[in-house]
């Protein structure tokens, strides 16, 4: 994809999730219901995925992923200085960082989307049974398939980003202009993001187990299991 197609998807995603956050914001109840989902799935994820997470190799990257794209904290400020820096990252990173940072934010989207309408069915209090009631209900299986291909997408360019010449050192360079900007939390998510998967010995065995491990998740919700999230 041409940079200026990606910079166009950018755009609009980042506007897309600025809207999920900001309706949040103005709605007290939304954002309380919001906060509690993101800090359900968090843990969730975490039991799941907890071999991931105590691996030396792949506890790092498992840490991003779960504090970065699944995490409770706000990151509006994070999403406000990606849009600022645009024009920047357009021209001094190569057409594969940018699409790495487009699906990120492409996923972002999608996950804001879905945990909003889900927030909205469950409130601020809920049990796994009605997380999965509302899983089946209020979002479609093919926004949830979306999801995860998405995740496995973004992961795999991830596992080939690392491979770009020269990139460490252009991240590099960025970090004193960024700070100065104003932009520290934006290069510290790049360069998390970046250097937890260039230190993995075993990337594209991560990305593929937290993928089949979700989707057995998936089945098991939409099978109405009554324990979805044991997989044995």
Same mark, same amino acid.
């Given at each position: 994809?041409?940079?200026?197609?990606?910079?166009?998807?950018?755009?609009?995603?980042?506007?897309?999730?600025?809207?999920?956050?900001?309706?949040?914001?103005?709605?007290?109840?939304?954002?309380?219901?919001?906060?509690?989902?993101?800090?359900?799935?968090?843990?969730?994820?975490?039991?799941?995925?907890?071999?991931?997470?105590?691996?030396?190799?792949?506890?790092?990257?498992?840490?991003?992923?779960?504090?970065?794209?699944?995490?409770?904290?706000?990151?509006?400020?994070?999403?406000?200085?990606?849009?600022?820096?645009?024009?920047?990252?357009?021209?001094? =990173?190569?057409?594969?960082?940018?699409?790495?940072?487009?699906?990120?934010?492409?996923?972002?989207? =999608?996950?804001?989307?879905?945990?909003?309408?889900?927030?909205?069915?469950?409130?601020?209090?809920?049990?796994?049974?009605?997380?999965?009631?509302?899983?089946?209900?209020?979002?479609?299986?093919?926004?949830?398939?979306?999801?995860?291909?998405?995740?496995?997408?973004?992961?795999?360019?991830?596992?080939?980003?690392?491979?770009?010449?020269?990139?460490?050192?252009? =991240?590099?360079?960025?970090?004193?202009?960024?700070?100065?900007?104003?932009?520290?939390?934006?290069?510290?998510?790049?360069?998390?993001?970046?250097?937890?998967?260039?230190?993995?010995?075993?990337?594209?065995?991560?990305?593929?187990?937290?993928?089949?491990?979700?989707?057995?998740?998936?089945?098991?919700?939409?099978?109405?299991?009554?324990?979805?999230?044991?997989?044995?």
């Amino acid at each position: 994809m041409r940079k200026e197609d990606l910079v166009h998807t950018l755009e609009l995603q980042l506007a897309a999730v600025k809207a999920e956050r900001q309706a949040a914001q103005s709605d007290p109840a939304l954002l309380a219901a919001r906060t509690a989902l993101k800090q359900y799935q968090s843990a969730r994820l975490a039991r799941t995925h907890a071999d991931l997470l105590a691996d030396p190799d792949s506890g790092p990257a498992a840490q991003f992923f779960l504090r970065e794209l699944y995490g409770s904290a706000d990151p509006s400020q994070r999403d406000a200085d990606l849009g600022r820096i645009i024009p920047t990252m357009r021209r001094v =990173l190569p057409p594969h960082a940018l699409q790495t940072i487009t699906q990120a934010i492409v996923l972002d989207a =999608l996950s804001e989307r879905l945990d909003t309408a889900m927030a909205r069915a469950l409130g601020p209090k809920f049990d796994d049974a009605a997380y999965a009631s509302a899983y089946r209900t209020v979002t479609l299986r093919a926004e949830r398939e979306s999801q995860l291909t998405l995740i496995k997408a973004l992961g795999d360019s991830l596992c080939e980003l690392v491979k770009v010449p020269f990139l460490t050192a252009t =991240l590099g360079i960025m970090r004193g202009p960024a700070r100065l900007a104003g932009l520290g939390d934006l290069q510290r998510f790049l360069e998390t993001g970046f250097t937890t998967f260039k230190r993995m010995r075993r990337a594209g065995d991560f990305v593929l187990i937290i993928v089949e491990r979700e989707r057995r998740v998936l089945e098991n919700l939409y099978a109405e299991r009554p324990r979805p999230f044991e997989l044995g």
